[in-house]
């Protein structure tokens, strides 16, 4: 079998980085990106040595440009395309802002588009391409109206990017997390709450299965629809939320 590689956006910490662990272990070449030097350089540390870390801004095209460059030089070609680079801005109608606005949907949208349609000239015939959303896309939370929306309308793009693919035996799904305990989930809830641990606590306690996720939860989702086990899926949501959401 040729060898597997993966390229995943947003891989220097939390959802990204799980997922780098465990194709990593599974036999992959893997590479990486992060926006922020102090992520791309605690990522160098703690990933295995002989994955890729590079620095990229999600939103910028060139940026992407020369990811796609070093990372063709360095495997020739990707079998996984994991898109998880993404923000989450809480912002009610009375504090919406445009700059956030625009940082949203330029990351969780605008770079997602963009960083597939310059990967495709890697992408092996038979690749999986795996796009982070989450189940707040379809759901109501005070203050996730904007992200909510750039992560829908990746939702809606998914059965048309499938479709688009399908004659090159390329799948494309969607994997969407619930609230998952990785640094975002954490950076946002310390911005509305003195006492995260508490605020963890309940939120789990409202989870039909009684936590909330581990980035290991979603990654091995990730790794799975990478997989040939998920050979005849495409055009698909794969919600990994312990439940919630579920329930009227
Ligand atoms: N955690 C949850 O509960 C949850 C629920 C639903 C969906 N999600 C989605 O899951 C994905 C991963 O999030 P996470 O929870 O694992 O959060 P995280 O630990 O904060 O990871 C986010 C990753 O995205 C990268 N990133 C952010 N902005 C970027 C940009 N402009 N260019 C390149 N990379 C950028 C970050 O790099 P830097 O650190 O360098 O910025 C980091 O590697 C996101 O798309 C998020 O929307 C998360």
Request: glycine share 10%; charged share 20%.
């Amino acid at each position: 079998m040729s060898a597997r590689t993966a390229l995943i956006t947003g891989g220097t910490s939390g959802i990204g980085k799980a997922t780098a662990e465990i194709l990593h272990n599974r036999g992959y070449r893997v590479a990486v990106t992060g926006q922020r030097p102090e992520s791309v350089a605690r990522a160098r540390e703690e990933l295995p040595d002989d994955v890729l870390v590079l620095r990229a801004d999600a939103r910028s095209l060139a940026d992407t440009d020369t990811v796609v460059s070093e990372v063709g030089a360095r495997f020739g070609s990707l079998t996984t395309l994991f898109l998880n680079a993404g923000v989450s801005r809480p912002m009610t109608l009375d504090t919406g802002d445009e700059a956030g606005y625009d940082e949203v949907f330029a990351v969780n949208t605008k770079g997602v588009f963009f960083t597939l349609v310059k990967a495709l000239p890697l992408l092996s015939d038979g690749a999986s391409v795996i796009v982070t959303v989450g189940i707040g896309a379809t759901r109501s939370l005070t203050g996730n109206s904007v992200t909510a929306g750039s992560h829908a309308a990746m939702l809606g793009m998914i059965p048309t990017l499938a479709l688009e693919l399908a004659p090159r035996g390329i799948r494309v799904n969607a994997v969407s997390p619930g609230f998952t305990d990785t640094p975002m989930t954490r950076t946002s809830l310390r911005a509305q709450s003195d006492d995260v641990a508490a605020t963890m606590a309940a939120m789990a306690e409202k989870n039909p299965l009684g936590r909330l996720a581990v980035p290991e939860d979603i990654a091995g989702t990730v790794a799975f629809l990478a997989s040939d086990d998920a050979a005849y899926i495409t055009g698909q949501e794969l919600v990994v939320s312990g439940g919630a959401g579920m329930t009227l």
